[in-house]
């Protein structure tokens, strides 16, 4: 696997809180070769939520992970199950798709986030539920206004009643923070990831896919009528290839995702349960799901069992020198944000890879000139709903069916190349620097 990052932001993260609460379990390694009609690439909500939908019409369906199902993006977020999956602006969406593509990702991202709440309600999944909705924080007096003008728009857009929190209603709602205001769109949850991620791969278990860790796809080849999957110990032949790796991609499993994709680095800390009165004295004791109006934005929550995580983009490198930065600003800007908390010990901290595409919307669908591949990826870092649903869509896709829910068209428009090939992730640099100034 040629992957674009240093070996450092593959490795297993050492302190990630979910970990402590639900250790993963260890799928055996595949050995010997194996026939199977549909074979997934990665083992996340995009390949599980696939996995599940083929096992449940039947299909013969074997999930592979190069570590161990749920060891990426999907065992180590942040868990915020809401609206989101592109990074174009409504300005930029607008432009680029009519009224009815546009109303049809509006109606899938929600979809999504049912999706989810349907798979934990339907097979008694206990993620540590909380939060109504998500609220939107601004980090400015301006930046208040901007979201007050947007609210008939947040309206139109999701049939629903936005809330508006003034600032100075912030405190006794148990948001006291650095900042100016706040909006609440009564869509999403929040969830411990892991607990999600271990019933759903129990789920699809149960409904007959067979999972397997420690083992990479090393090629994909298309042999005849078939595919040939090769592992370190024995080769899957199968009818369908799913790709499920996201920012775990390589840039030759297969060939054809060179460079459609780039890898992004997000950080997060957990601290040890915070007391009722350190929660007083901050003004901060809602469980609300958080995220501010920064470009590059933090987002956070006050979990069940008084833990506080807090988020953001993480290192451009990854790198020894440049994790420990990252550790040192992520900590100054809680400390920035949440000052009476400068002394609340940081037990957890980790990273990991999410996945941004160049058209800024997702990718679901058959990969073109290769009959019976198919692919789902970057949502932008909010894969935990749109990622579990677009999986499930996928499937659909593999079984020749119509979707069972919304999905516009743009989606399966197979993602373009980015430039400047394995170093393409130097492009994030300016974008970086440039959205740090329209931060201030
Ligand atoms: C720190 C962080 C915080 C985030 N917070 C949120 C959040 O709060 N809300 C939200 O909606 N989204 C969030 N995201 C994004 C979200 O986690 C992802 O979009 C989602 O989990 C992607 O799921 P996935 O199954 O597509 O990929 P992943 O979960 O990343 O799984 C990909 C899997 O593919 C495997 N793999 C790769 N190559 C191979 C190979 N050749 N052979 C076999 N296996 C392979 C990897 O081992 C990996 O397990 C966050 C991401 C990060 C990193």
Redesign the pocket.
Known sequence: ?R?IYEPLA?DTPANCWWRDTTPPADQPQLDGDHRTEAVV?????????AALALARSDVKVTV???????????????????L??SKLGGGLMARRFDQDQRSQWHKTERAAVDHVDALLSENGIDADRHSNGETLLAHTPRAMRDMLASTDEAKATYGVTPEIIPAEQLRQRGLGGAFHGGVTLPIGF?LN?AKY?AGLAHTAQGQGARLFGQ????SITRTGRTWR?T?PSGVITADTVIL???????ED?PDWLRARYVP?????IVTRPITEGEQARQGWTSLQ?CYDSRILLH?FRLMPDGRFLF?MR?GLRATPRAEAALSHKIRADFHALFPAWRDVEVTHD??????LMRRLTPFAGPVPDHPGLFA??G??????????YL?ARLADAVLGRSPRGPVPAFIAAPPKRFPFGASRRALLAPAYTAAALLDR
């Open positions: 696997m992957r593959y690439i990665g083992g996340g909500f995009t390949g599980l939520n592979i992970d190069a570590e161990q199902p749920g060891w990426g993006a999907s065992g180590r977020n942040g868990g915020f199950c809401c989101g999956g929040a990831p991620h083992t990479p796809a090393q999957v592992t499920a790796t996201n920012g775990y991609s390589s499993v992004v680095q997000s950080s997060i799901m987002y988020g993480g980790w990273s990991g890879l999410l996945c789902a990826m949502y932008h870092g909010n894969g935990v709903a749109m990622g579990s999986g």
